[in-house]
């Protein structure tokens, strides 16, 4: 059998095996009311016939990748290299750079005033997420510290406002600086068992804080309310009562300065002492202790660091939608907001920034592919790790260049 028919073959079987493995979820339509069940055998058939075609074009860049061609992954992947260096010397040039920041800035503040309030709302949801990747960003990216119940620290800032608001009338601005003192704090509660723990066993113990905290807001309904959560938590007023639409614009306008804050200081945190040890840590733990680093100290700092900044994105979450319960801070919330963190880089800013909104804004805008939503994000996730495990835009080391060299890199010293 040539090499032809055995890779047609094998795409056959790949097409049906997928059909196979999805048709009770996708090609079968339930009315219980009508008590009728619809088989939709042209959405298996086009499946099938996608799936072929995909598996065809897979097989054939592998083919050419093993007998030498310049096609294929190492192509795509060459291509995305030279993309990512190409953005890396666009953002170096600091007049580009200024003017990116000030389009972006304006598309920001005008957003409100030209589109509707569903583009307000998703994009302010879309900062949040920003806020919640760059503060994983800090712990997972820069520090190296793999956390998958970072939705706890998320959950401890909401929880923070609208309890206090509840119980003691607090308002957003005297809650917001307490929810993030709050999840510093549990931050630093979690890192104090997890001190020598590294890779896996770290992630199991985060993931089962982040059950356990949920399970807590859940069970202490005398308190939290349990799964009918805390209802009519009030929004920041701006001297004024303000109508409900003037009252989201205002919410947006928050979130939009808080990502823009965030940014800032992620950046600068990075570039400084605390995040140089931070990346130490992160490419060798026993090298960096051996030149003085305390392994103690920076660790604890990366996860108070990374959960001070969902501390407040909670807050702001409860303050936009009056309404916080348990299944709003699930596992599925903490792998999303790693997945942004692995898809734009870890330790990158902007590639984290990209990252978070496409994954927030994609799906509200290709609702027409609602069924098929989390196929085409698992596939986006597994042609990343292929091509581009680094990111779509990965963190560049610093480069140092000794004095009066006569060639290096202009930009020595810097991230």
């Known amino acids: 059998m040539n090499v032809t028919m055995r890779i047609l073959l094998r795409s056959l079987m790949v097409g049906a095996w997928f059909v196979l493995l999805t048709f009770p979820v996708l090609c079968v339509k339930v009315a219980a009311r009508q008590h009728t069940v619809t088989v939709l055998w042209e959405r298996a058939l086009g499946m099938f016939v996608?799936?072929?075609?995909?598996?065809?074009?897979?097989?054939?860049?592998?083919?050419?990748?093993?007998?030498?061609?310049?096609?294929?992954?190492?192509?795509?992947?060459?291509?995305?290299?030279?993309?990512?260096?190409?953005?890396?010397?666009?953002?170096?040039?600091?007049?580009?750079?200024s003017s990116g920041i000030g389009a972006l800035l304006a598309v920001g503040v005008l957003l409100p005033l030209v589109g509707s309030m569903y583009q307000t709302t998703i994009f302010a949801n879309a900062f949040l997420y920003v806020m919640l990747a760059l503060g994983l960003n800090i712990a997972v990216g820069i520090a190296g510290q793999l956390v998958l119940g970072y939705a706890a620290f998320y959950a401890i800032g909401a929880y923070t406002y609208g309890l206090l608001n509840q119980y003691f009338g607090l308002g957003f601005w005297a809650c917001l600086p307490v929810g993030g003192l709050m999840a510093a704090l549990a931050g630093l509660?979690?890192?104090?068992?997890?001190?020598?723990?590294?890779?896996?066993?770290?992630?199991?113990?985060t993931l089962g804080f982040g059950e356990i905290v949920r399970l807590l807001l859940n069970n202490l309904r005398d308190l939290t309310g349990g799964s009918q959560g805390v209802a009519n938590i009030s929004r920041p007023a701006f001297f004024m009562d303000l109508t409900p639409?003037?009252?989201?614009?205002?919410?947006?306008?928050?979130?939009?300065?808080?990502?823009?804050?965030?940014?800032?200081?992620?950046?600068?945190?990075?570039?400084?002492?605390?995040?140089?040890?931070?990346?130490?840590?992160?490419?060798?733990?026993?090298?960096?202790?051996?030149?003085?680093?305390?392994?103690?100290?920076?660790?604890?700092q990366a996860f108070a660091l990374g959960s001070c900044w969902a501390g407040f994105a909670g807050v702001l979450?409860?303050?936009?939608?009056?309404?916080?319960?348990?299944?709003?801070?699930?596992?599925?919330?903490?792998?999303?907001?790693?997945?942004?963190?692995?898809?734009?880089?870890?330790?990158?800013?902007?590639?984290?920034?990209?990252?978070?909104?496409?994954?927030?804004?994609?799906?509200?805008y290709l609702r027409a592919f609602s069924e098929y939503r989390m196929l085409l994000f698992g596939a986006l996730m597994v042609l990343m790790m292929i091509f581009r495990p680094q990111g779509l835009i990965p963190s560049r080391k610093r480069v140092y260049s000794p004095a009066g060299a006569a060639s290096g890199p202009a930009e020595g010293g810097r991230a």
């Open 50 to 97: 996608v799936m072929i075609g995909c598996s065809l074009l897979w097989m054939w860049y592998f083919h050419r990748k093993e007998h030498g061609s310049e096609s294929g992954p190492s192509a795509v992947s060459a291509a995305l290299a030279g993309l990512s260096e190409k953005w890396h010397g666009l953002t170096s040039n600091r007049i580009f750079s």
């Open 189 to 205: 509660l979690l890192g104090f068992p997890v001190l020598r723990l590294q890779g896996d066993y770290l992630a199991i113990v």
């Open 245 to 300: 639409d003037q009252s989201m614009n205002y919410m947006y306008y928050l979130t939009f300065a808080a990502m823009i804050i965030t940014i800032i200081v992620v950046a600068r945190l990075k570039n400084s002492r605390v995040g140089l040890a931070l990346q130490a840590l992160r490419d060798d733990e026993i090298a960096s202790e051996a030149m003085g680093i305390d392994l103690r100290t920076v660790k604890l």
């Open 317 to 364: 979450l409860a303050a936009r939608i009056n309404f916080i319960s348990p299944a709003s801070f699930t596992f599925m919330d903490s792998a999303m907001v790693l997945s942004m963190v692995v898809l734009g880089g870890m330790g990158s800013i902007s590639g984290v920034v990209v990252a978070a909104l496409v994954l927030t804004l994609a799906p509200e």
